[in-house]
């Protein structure tokens, strides 16, 4: 690969990874592509066991191909988020580019990101202020066991405390990294990334995250994946955000609520609308769409849904 592009001096990218085989080389090789590549490219690896996976780390040092320094660095296993703090203290650029060892960007990915936090950069320069904008990124296209289109929506600290909003595929302001205090390398159990964005929206009552509405993000999805497994201990994580940021929890107590119902009320219609068009084209429903329409829920929109599904078919 030759190097005749742009190089974006401002930005480094940090890659994690464990045990990740040849998709390494994916991550690495998408950055490589890069219409505007980064300065410098830093892979933490996070403790690997596999030998195959450390050999392919190891090749990655001489690789010859790869058309800006990279760097491989080796730590006991200490989780995604040590991993990626490790990485960013490493970097001396204003932004930092953070990428999973597992999934890969399209070509665009860092000129189209890094133009937000350029643009808002120029206007804060102007306005004699900081940046607001802390970070961004943009859409995912999902690909392996699920094909999407992910359509994140960033905004600011209301917006995240409901759910996350922003992939943990982004690209951070460094000093808002400090200023927060990076990662919280006492989460191994998932959600580490909702948790790092509500401790950068905090560091600015202004503070927000960008988002470029195109799928930039190339997210690989398997059934044992990390994500995947922290949805079993949602309620437990979000109890530890919750009290962690209980502040801005509290300061916008009513926004959260409202915002955790606006979810549950476009889950609720969609699942209604699903049973209803089944019972009107005379297919089988689920076990636990017949109990629902049999004793629907109380307060929650539950009772209004059954009688609506109920209607379609009198």
């Not at 950069?121 to 970070?135: K, Y």
């Not at 994946?225 to 801005?248: G, Q, V």
């Amino acid at each position: 690969m030759k190097n005749n592009r742009c190089i974006a001096n401002d930005v480094e990218a940090v890659i994690t990874s464990y045990n990740q085989k040849d998709m390494i080389l994916e991550a690495v090789y998408s950055l490589c592509n890069q219409t505007m590549l980064p300065a410098n490219i830093i892979v933490v690896d996070d403790g690997s066991t596999d030998r195959d996976s450390i050999e392919i780390l190891e090749h990655l040092k001489e690789d010859k191909n790869i058309p800006v320094p990279i760097t491989v660095v080796h730590q006991s296993n200490g989780g995604v988020s040590k991993a990626r703090n490790t990485g960013i203290s490493k970097t001396q650029s204003p932004m930092v580019l953070i990428l999973d060892g597992d999934d890969k960007l399209e070509p665009s990915y860092i000129e189209e990101v890094r133009q937000l936090l350029v643009e808002n950069s120029s206007m804060g320069e102007l306005a004699m202020e900081e940046p607001t904008m802390v970070a961004a990124s943009s859409w995912m296209h999902t690909f392996g066991v699920l094909d999407s289109i992910v359509c994140a929506s960033g905004g600011d600290i209301v917006s995240f405390l409901p759910r996350n909003c922003c992939p943990a595929t982004h690209m951070l302001r460094r000093e808002i990294w400090e200023k927060s205090g990076g990662y919280d390398n006492s989460m191994r159990q998932g959600f580490e990334d909702w948790d790092f964005f509500l401790s950068m929206l905090e560091t600015n009552s202004n503070a927000h995250i960008g988002i470029v509405p195109k799928p930039l993000i190339c997210y690989r999805t398997a059934p044992a994946s990390a994500n995947i497994k922290s949805m079993e201990k949602r309620l437990e994580l979000m109890r530890f955000i919750m009290e962690k940021h209980k502040k801005s929890y509290q300061e916008n107590m009513i926004d959260v609520i409202l915002g955790l119902e606006s979810i549950s009320m476009s889950r609720l219609y969609g699942w209604e609308t699903e049973i209803g068009h089944a019972l009107l084209e005379n297919q089988s429903i689920s076990q636990i769409s017949k109990d629902f329409v049999k004793s629907p829920s109380y307060g929650d929109g539950g009772m209004a849904a059954a009688v609506r599904i109920a209607s379609l078919i009198k």
